[in-house]
């Protein structure tokens, strides 16, 4: 799978940008993701401790922590997800990233 960068070429075409897109389409990340999802958090929440690890203050950024939303959403809505509600705020703990996220929930088929 591919990600379309859109408005985020700006960051997506760095170095760090490229290896999250990698990182993040991991099997044990998105087993993350899906995780959080299904106990009703947002996706990006359980992630956070682990971007700190991998890649420190360089994604405690805006603009990357933008980035990597989106590119949650490129690799989550595929999997049959969508949004449920955006601004979710995530509870603070000592790895704090993320202060919201957005939560996503299976889609209905019809």
């Known amino acids: 799978m591919n990600y379309k960068p859109g408005s985020f070429s700006d ?3 760095t170095p760090l940008g490229e290896r999250l897109w990698k990182f993040l389409n991991e099997n044990d990340n998105i087993i993350r993701m899906e995780t ?12 956070g401790a682990v971007l700190l690890d991998r890649y420190g203050d360089e994604v405690r950024v805006d603009r990357m922590k933008q980035l990597i939303g989106n590119m949650i959403r490129q690799i989550i809505e ?6 449920d509600r955006q601004n979710v705020r995530t509870p603070p703990s ?5 202060t919201t996220g957005t939560r996503y929930k299976l889609r209905v088929s019809s």
């Open 94 to 98: 000592r790895k704090d990233l993320f």
């Open 78 to 83: 595929p999997r049959g997800y969508q949004i």
């Open 36 to 47: 959080a999802t299904y106990l009703g958090r947002p996706a990006a929440e359980a992630l």
């Open 11 to 13: 960051v997506f075409n």
